[in-house]
């Protein structure tokens, strides 16, 4: 990366505009440069140099100043943050500060929103599973009328899903299975032995349920390309959330800043916090962006001849809702009243663990970094629990006990210390992830007072959990309970949890596509149906949840929209 | 640069950064793979080092008295076998250091409380301050404790719970305890499923979390 990357003032028309450096942000840039188009990438945060910057990485727990929990101060600060899995002291500095980006919550609501302010935002601390939508999912609002339409089907996005996999790299396995459509993939990561003793046993009582191993934006068998772009295969730390200076898992700098950064055609613009969109009510298009420097407060403006916005579900969102105009007064490509409603997350709140006896002489090596997944097995109408509509996928795996299991147990000297240095039992641990139906009264609005430090609205959250969404956890904690007990597992236990919308941190659905500009804000590009040279596709612009981890989708949708987008530029029509 | 520069220093990280290294020259290059990782900021001025001299004045929290016991409890949960124990690589004074740092005040009172404890039924029962006492003394003490009996209740036992937990947190993050009473991997390659435990005869003391 060169020091002209960056830049902060200019009057220069860009041929677009990125909002946003996080997957879909990085997918959009790079897709944009590869074809040509000048683009600027406004990033909010700071600059996240790749290896230079993961101050976190490879550090061991006697060299951390606290062994990798973080310190009180600290954890005041980021009150919210820290309810996130992968937020420690080596990871901290990726999470926002929560004092200064307040936001509210209806009364008897709760949401918790964990941000990734930076260049890269959260491509630097996901969880890395990928997974195909399948057209059972892009249909499932359509069949069971919960929801609009989605404007797409698999074969739409089929191609793109072959293209980002086969640039980002991901690991798994073919299991041919029609609610969950394979990608291109590297090899899988192993099993281990106990985990390939249920699987078989989960496949022989419940022809239906297939255990696999988890899809993983990890590479295995790294490509030319991918080598070229100085990443090799995942060397399993399992550390990856302080960033990967192997590139082994796809981010924005590992694998899309540097493929947009080497046609020369990029610039970014960091600590920039977009306040607004420029809406020009003659041409009826969108001119730029209005800019408040997240240092200094000071204003400024970039335009662009298309922009695409990939702020987050969230955070594009806030954007559009405070691009108000006279066309627009409630936010801009808002005619339809729907922008910033049909919020989703998807919903952890079922949790089963039990033994499992034997493999006393089986162990691994490495720290796979991801688990095993039951995909969905509720997946059409007929299918369906009686109680409930939609299903869940569970995902886990198996793990022996170590000192951490063992800490509080009874017992002093030699044997106790033999025994906390000893592998314990084998145990078996899975999660549902259920799908959260698309419903108005999730919404998020903007606040009708309160502002954060840039001057901007902050954002009012109302979402909760709906009946369904219960009733599934529950179904899917006695559901996990009897399978497990089934396959032979030990001193089994389920539990449904009551943890807010939000920390699954897959926000979905603020600006939904959809056929009908009355009912929705984007079409099946992803393109604004109110103005033509605005595009959003990030997660906002989905129509249900579905079961899967969403990130896969959001490169796809954005490969697309940005072929389509570069198209209809060319034809003269934007 | 050649293979002998990448690597010559000798602390586990080092040794396995370089076997790490050499294997992954043979795929893109000795020069490539060092690069590699040359970007990486090591931080490590902020750490708590181990003090062999934390029980000569009070720390952060507690008095010099209740270092000393704080250490003599490090030495009877975790003692020295094989490898050095809790009290050697100073758990205590990271204890001090990590409670002051990381915990509310409620959790350090749980702390302060059950050592308070523990010398008073020592003087009542043996007429010494628990550090006075024998070893086997100090091990009925803190097994009955435990059990909760003879003069400890509930609220002691899960007061003493909470600092065990410390103790074993400080212990297997320590160097000695990560490292070499466990075995510890700073670059695993790619994951094996299946190796036998016998092999290896313990955990990994390199995890993902620690907590």
């Keep these: 990366m060169n020091n002209d990357l960056y830049i902060k003032e200019s009057n220069e028309i860009f041929d677009a505009i990125v909002v946003g450096s996080g997957i879909s942000g990085g997918w959009a840039a790079k897709e944009l440069c590869e074809r040509g188009l000048k683009t600027l990438m406004i990033e909010r945060g700071r600059v996240v140099e790749h290896k230079k910057d993961y101050i976190g990485e490879g550090v061991p727990p006697w060299k951390e100043p606290y062994r990798s929990k973080v310190n009180n101060l600290v954890t005041e600060q980021q009150a919210i943050q820290k309810q996130c899995y992968a937020f420690t002291d080596n990871t901290k500095h990726f999470f926002g500060n929560d004092r200064d980006l307040p936001y509210q919550t209806a009364e008897g609501t709760t949401f918790s929103w964990i941000r990734g302010n930076q260049l ?11 997974y195909r939508l399948s057209d059972h999912d892009f249909s499932a609002n359509k069949l069971d009328g919960f929801g609009n339409d989605w404007p797409i089907r698999y074969k739409d996005l089929a191609p793109w899903y072959s293209h980002v996999e086969r640039h980002a790299g991901i690991s798994g396995e073919a299991a041919g299975l029609p609610q969950l459509p394979d990608s291109e993939f590297q090899p899988p990561f192993e099993m281990t032995a106990p985990e390939i003793a249920i699987k078989a046993s989960i496949e022989k009582y419940y022809p239906d349920r297939h255990l696999i191993m988890g899809r993983m934006a990890h590479l295995t068998e790294p490509s030319e390309l991918h080598i070229s772009q100085g990443r090799v295969n995942c060397q399993t730390r399992d550390e990856c959330q302080k960033g990967c200076s192997f590139g082994a898992y796809f981010s924005t700098q590992s694998s899309t800043l540097p ?48 922009v695409f ?59 796979r970094p991801g688990g095993l997944l039951i995909p969905n097995f509720q997946y059409e109408p007929s299918r369906y629990s009686k109680n409930y509509v939609r299903g869940y996928s569970f995902s886990g795996d198996a ?80 559901v996990g309970r009897k399978m497990f007990i089934k396959v032979g597992l030990e001193n089994v236990t389920a539990e449904a949890t009551e943890r807010p919308p939000g920390i699954a941190i897959h926000e979905l659905g603020t600006a939904r596509m959809g056929r009908d500009p009355k009912t929705s804000v984007l079409n099946s590009f992803n393109q604004c149906h109110d103005v033509d040279n605005l595009f959003v596709t990030d997660g906002s612009s989905f129509s249900s949840s579905a079961t899967q981890n969403p990130s896969l989708t959001f490169m796809a949708l954005t490969a697309r929209a940005v072929d389509y987008a570069v198209k209809e530029i060319k034809a003269g029509r934007i | ?43 490590t001025a902020l750490a708590y080092t181990p003090n062999p001299d934390s029980i000569s004045h009070a720390g952060k929290i507690f008095s010099q008295a209740e270092m000393v016991l704080l250490r003599d409890i490090c030495a009877l949960v975790i003692p020295k ?9 100073d758990t205590h004074g990271f204890i001090d250091s990590q409670l002051y740092h990381c915990y509310p005040p409620k959790d350090q009172q749980k702390v302060s409380a059950v050592l308070s404890k523990i010398n008073q039924i020592a003087l009542q029962r043996y007429k010494q301050h628990f550090s006075g006492t024998t070893n086997a003394q100090q091990l009925e003490l803190l097994t009955d404790l435990e059990k909760p009996a003879n003069g400890f209740d509930g609220t002691d036992k899960s007061q003493f719970k909470f600092l065990k937990g410390q103790i074993v947190f400080g212990y297997y993050t320590s160097e000695v305890g990560a490292s070499q009473e466990l075995e510890y991997l700073v670059v695993p390659g790619p994951f094996k499923g299946s190796i036998p435990y016998d092999s290896l005869g313990k955990t990994w003391g390199s995890m993902n979390r620690y907590f």
């Design chain 1, 120 to 130: 890269g935002g959260k491509s630097l601390t996901w969880h890395r599973q990928s």
């Design chain 1, 259 to 306: 493929a947009a950064a080497q046609t020369g055609n990029l610039h970014i613009a960091p600590n920039s916090v977009v306040h607004s969109l420029i809406y020009d009510e003659k041409t009826r298009r969108v001119k730029g962006v209005k800019v408040i420097d997240n240092n200094d407060l000071s204003e400024r403006e970039y335009l662009g001849k298309v």
């Design chain 1, 309 to 367: 916005l990939c702020a987050s579900t969230i955070g594009s969102a806030q954007v559009m809702l405070n691009s108000k105009s006279k066309a627009f007064p409630n936010g801009i490509a808002n005619s339809s009243g729907v922008l910033g409603h049909y919020l989703m997350d998807h919903n952890y709140n079922a949790r089963i663990e039990g033994d499992i006896p034997g493999f006393e002489n089986e162990y691994y090596r490495g720290r």
């Design chain 1, 399 to 478: 793990s022996r006990e170590d000192w951490r299991s063992g800490q509080e147990r009874d017992g002093f000297g030699a044997d106790f210390k033999a025994k906390l240095s000893r592998a314990g039992k084998w145990r078996f641990g899975m999660t549902a992830q259920g799908e959260m139906l698309p419903r108005f009264e999730n919404q998020v609005a903007l606040h009708s007072t309160m502002k954060d430090k840039w001057g901007i609205p902050q954002l009012e959250f109302n979402c909760r959990w709906s009946d369904n969404e219960k009733l599934m956890m529950e179904d899917a904690a006695e």
């Design chain 2, 1 to 43: 640069m050649s293979d002998q520069e990448i690597g010559d220093q000798s602390s586990p990280d080092d040794n396995s950064k370089r076997r790490f290294l050499l294997g992954l020259s043979r795929l893109v290059g000795a020069a490539a793979a060092a690069q590699l990782l040359a970007g990486n900021a090591i931080s």
């Design chain 2, 81 to 89: 076998t094989g490898t050095a124990g809790a009290a050697e690589v």
